[in-house]
């Protein structure tokens, strides 16, 4: 597989020399691309503040991100605006919808944005919706809609455009956990058949059980990483709470 993301001795420091505050030491790791990976670790362990970084909405304060071979701690000012929306796609725990639009312009407007002609964008979002079960939505609100029916709606926002790397930062913290297992499952599949890369910040042992792959973060480092291989969801859960135990903490430590 190819490597679409490479983490090289990243360090982000907060505060000044008098008062300062390190948020990740030297962590380093890679994802290959058509990977799902999580990032799980107690509150303050530095997962956001990653993915925060991994997505240029944060800098490094030491050590080179690249993306696809694009060193993306050297990109500056409105170079980065463009390269997020050429490169990543986002999906948040609170949606970050439009509530002004519909569903289907709120999918189209990702593909507005990049440029998209405009002949082509319906076809596009019925794609997109047909693919994550929205289609009988499409002309409905945000605030007509559950949550679950939201979330699915960012989400083909996010991959609407085909991004090298979907970013997810607690994409299930505001469902229901059927909803959640709904999202999970939506993710799971646009994973296995398109191929989508996703890197998934969660505090869920349940969430984190469908990605492959989940690196611990403990005070800032890298505490450890399993592979779910040929496990079925129901062994990796349990081997993700074993680490969790290992770690000092159950699953409602870790948030």
């Given at each position: 597989?190819?490597?679409?993301?490479?983490?090289?001795?990243?360090?982000?420091?907060?505060?000044?020399?008098?008062?300062?505050?390190?948020?990740?030491?030297?962590?380093?790791?890679?994802?290959?691309?058509?990977?799902?990976?999580?990032?799980?670790?107690?509150?303050?362990?530095?997962?956001?503040?990653?993915?925060?970084?991994?997505?240029?909405?944060?800098?490094?304060?030491?050590?080179?991100?690249?993306?696809?071979?694009?060193?993306?701690?050297?990109?500056?000012?409105q170079a980065l605006a463009r390269f997020r929306r050429e490169n990543l796609g986002f999906v948040f725990q609170d949606f970050n919808l439009l509530d002004t639009l519909t569903v289907s312009e709120n999918i189209a407007l990702a593909l507005?944005?990049?440029?998209?002609?405009?002949?082509?964008?319906?076809?596009?979002?019925?794609?997109?919706?047909?693919?994550?079960?929205?289609?009988?939505?499409?002309?409905?609100?945000?605030?007509?809609?559950?949550?679950?029916?939201?979330?699915?709606?960012?989400?083909?926002?996010?991959?609407?455009?085909?991004?090298?790397?979907?970013?997810?930062?607690?994409?299930?913290?505001?469902?229901?956990?059927?909803?959640?297992?709904?999202?999970?499952?939506?993710?799971?599949?646009?994973?296995?058949?398109?191929?989508?890369?996703?890197?998934?910040?969660?505090?869920?042992?349940?969430?984190?059980?469908?990605?492959?792959?989940?690196?611990?973060?403990?005070?800032?480092?890298?505490?450890?990483?399993?592979?779910?291989?040929?496990?079925?969801?129901?062994?990796?859960?349990?081997?993700?709470?074993?680490?969790?135990?290992?770690?000092?903490?159950?699953?409602?430590?870790?948030?």
């Open positions: 597989m190819n490597e679409i993301l490479k983490l090289d001795h990243i360090q982000k420091y907060y505060g000044n020399q008098g008062n300062l505050t390190k948020a990740i030491h030297d962590i380093s790791f890679s994802v290959n691309e058509g990977e799902f990976v999580a990032i799980m670790g107690a509150s303050g362990s530095g997962k956001t503040t990653l993915l925060n970084c991994i997505s240029t909405i944060d800098t490094v304060s030491a050590g080179h991100i690249c993306l696809d071979g694009t060193d993306v701690t050297e990109i500056r000012d507005t944005i990049n440029h998209t002609p405009a002949e082509q964008v319906d076809a596009k979002v019925l794609e997109m919706a047909q693919t994550l079960s929205i289609t009988d939505i499409l002309d409905k609100y945000p605030y007509q809609v559950s949550g679950g029916q939201k979330q699915r709606c960012a989400c083909a926002r996010a991959i609407i455009n085909k991004p090298k790397l979907l970013l997810a930062d607690e994409p299930t913290g505001s469902l229901d956990s059927h909803s959640a297992q709904m999202l999970l499952r939506t993710m799971q599949s646009i994973n296995e058949q398109s191929g989508a890369t996703i890197l998934m910040v969660t505090h869920d042992a349940f969430s984190a059980s469908y990605a492959g792959r989940i690196l611990f973060l403990r005070d800032g480092r890298i505490f450890t990483e399993i592979l779910k291989g040929s496990d079925s969801r129901k062994a990796f859960f349990e081997k993700i709470i074993d680490v969790l135990t290992m770690m000092g903490g159950g699953a409602g430590d870790v948030s």
